[in-house]
Every structure is written in structure tokens, then in C-alpha cells.
């Protein structure tokens, strides 16, 4: 599983800013590994991070997350990185893609060694293993109903090692496989609004623009702020090309949309949070 770098985008403080003051706006930006929640008024600017990796599809939010399954022997382990969408406002967690090679390579090993006993996960196997296969699947990018990954599947013998990597893409709200061609070609992948402009995307919306703007040099893409008089509030810069950009302001989200999305960005940080924890005690 990759951890992926982010830069925050800075809030504001009321005190500090110069006239004109930013326009009335609260949306979300979200790249491959992270989602901002940014609020903009008289008071000024200001911006949450959570590494919630969020998408919409057919009017729908989706949270979208890579797991972690592991299945031991006594001398053989076989692991996986399963990807699933869970549907924000149902809870309902979906499978939308698991590398079948892994499991292929488990079923061979049980095939040559049928006495072979899977240990429960409380059980503590030995590193010393002599068949080893891992499967890792990292998400490169979200945009729109569509997910980009890349996979790898390695397997370890005591005299062999075998291994094979591809790029993929995937329909969030099917699961089919999409062709990494179709998509340069979708409209769908700029959002509501979305018009390019050179290097630059923007989304018009309620009195107020969003422009992302690609940084070559940084290798990154730069958010700013814009009102109708052009006067701009540069956000920060997001690991991706095309952020998604969602609105909240106008029309507002729903209660009960707004509560969910919440309730993900929250819990999203403390999982965050408590990883962390986890890598700081080692």
C-alpha cells in the first residue's frame, strides 16, 4: 500500500486579509490520496486535509480505499491489496477489484501441498517461509467515475522469483475494466463545469471560479480562488493533474449528504492519525 505525499493548502486568517475580501464559497478538492475541505467568506479562507480518496458518480459519493488480506502457512504467505468503493451515504462497502494472481499462486501451492494447515490470524507464522507471494495495488488517480492503479504481483521461492506489474483502470460504479485510451476522451473527467484553458482547468460556479493551473517545474497543480473581477486566492497545490472539485455551497448538499461526508473526512483523519501512531511506536 503506498502512503502518499500531500501540501496543504494554507488558511487564512480574517486579520490578515487585504481587501477585496474572497467570495462566499465551500467546496471540496480532492486528488489521488487526499481531500480538502475549503471554506471561503468575509472572514477569510480557510481549509481541512483528510487522506480521503473521494469521487461522485451517477450523483453518488463514493469513498475509495485499497485494503489488506493475508492468508498464512506454516511455511508459505500469501498476501493481497483488494481495492473497494463504499458508498458514503448507504455505508455499503464494495469489491471493485482483486488481483486473481495471487490467488492463483495460493491455489497451485495448496494443489502440490494439500496437508498444508492456514493459521488464524491470531497465530504467529515464522518469517523463515519458503513460498512468499504479494500482490500491491497503488492508486494513481480518481477522475470522475474512474479509477487509474497500478499493480504488482511477486512471487518468492527459495530458487525462483517471479514478478509482474501492469496499469490499470477501472468503472468505480461497475467495476469493469476500462481502456486507458477512453479516457483522454471522456468529457466526464473535467466535473460540472469544468472548461480547459491551456495548462489550466476551470470550474465556474456559484459567483466564483476555481482554476487549477499545472506546475511543470514542481510536478504538481496549483488551486486558486477566483472571483468575477479576476482578483485570485491561491489555495495550494494537489498531487494530480485534474483535481475533482464538488460543490457544497449552491445548490447546498443535502443534510443528510453533508453529514455523510463529514462523518468520512472525520474518520478518514483518525485513521490517518492513528497509523501514524502505529509507525512512530515501531
Known amino acids: 500500500m503506498r502512503f502518499s505525499s500531500w501540501v496543504l493548502i494554507l488558511p487564512l486568517s480574517a486579520c490578515s486579509l487585504p481587501e477585496p475580501k474572497p467570495p462566499a464559497a465551500e467546496f471540496l478538492v480532492a486528488d489521488a490520496s487526499s481531500t480538502y475541505w475549503v471554506r471561503s467568506g468575509q472572514r477569510g479562507i480557510t481549509a481541512r486535509h483528510s487522506p480521503l480518496i473521494l469521487t461522485n458518480a451517477d450523483n453518488r459519493f463514493y469513498e ?11 511455511d508459505a504467505i500469501f498476501t493481497r491489496e483488494p481495492i473497494y468503493s463504499r458508498d458514503l451515504l448507504t455505508g ?3 469489491l471493485i477489484y482483486e488481483d486473481k494472481q495471487i490467488s492463483a499462486w ?3 501451492y495448496l494443489a502440490n501441498n494439500p496437508r498444508a494447515r492456514l493459521l488464524d ?3 504467529n507464522g515464522t518469517d523463515d517461509v519458503t513460498i512468499s507471494a504479494t ?3 497503488d492508486i494513481l488517480a480518481v477522475a470522475g467515475p474512474y479509477l487509474l492503479f497500478d499493480r504488482r504481483a511477486t512471487l518468492e521461492r527459495e530458487d525462483f522469483e517471479q514478478s509482474d506489474s501492469a496499469r490499470a483502470a477501472i468503472d468505480i460504479r461497475s467495476g469493469e475494466a476500462v ?3 477512453s479516457l483522454v476522451r471522456d468529457k466526464a473527467l473535467l466535473g460540472a463545469g469544468g472548461v480547459r ?3 489550466a482547468v476551470r470550474w465556474r460556479h456559484s459567483g466564483y471560479d476555481v482554476v487549477a493551473r499545472t506546475d511543470d517545474e514542481r510536478g504538481e497543480t496549483q488551486v486558486v480562488l477566483r472571483d468575477m473581477r479576476g482578483h485570485e486566492w491561491p489555495l495550494g497545490y494537489v498531487n494530480t493533474r485534474l483535481p475533482r472539485i464538488f460543490w457544497l455551497d449552491e445548490p447546498r448538499v443535502d ?5 455523510a461526508l463529514s462523518h468520512a473526512f472525520e474518520d478518514a483523519r483518525a485513521d490517518d492519525f492513528e497509523t501514524q501512531l502505529v509507525h512512530l511506536s515501531r
Do not use: C, F, Q
Open 64 to 74: 475509495v480505499y485499497v485494503g489488506e488480506v493475508t492468508r498464512s502457512y506454516e
Open 92 to 94: 455499503r462497502s464494495r
Open 106 to 108: 495460493e491455489k497451485l
Open 121 to 123: 490470524p491470531d497465530e
Open 135 to 137: 500482490g500491491e495495488a
Open 179 to 181: 481502456r486507458l485510451t
Open 197 to 199: 484553458e491551456g495548462k
Open 255 to 259: 443534510r443528510s449528504i453533508r453529514r
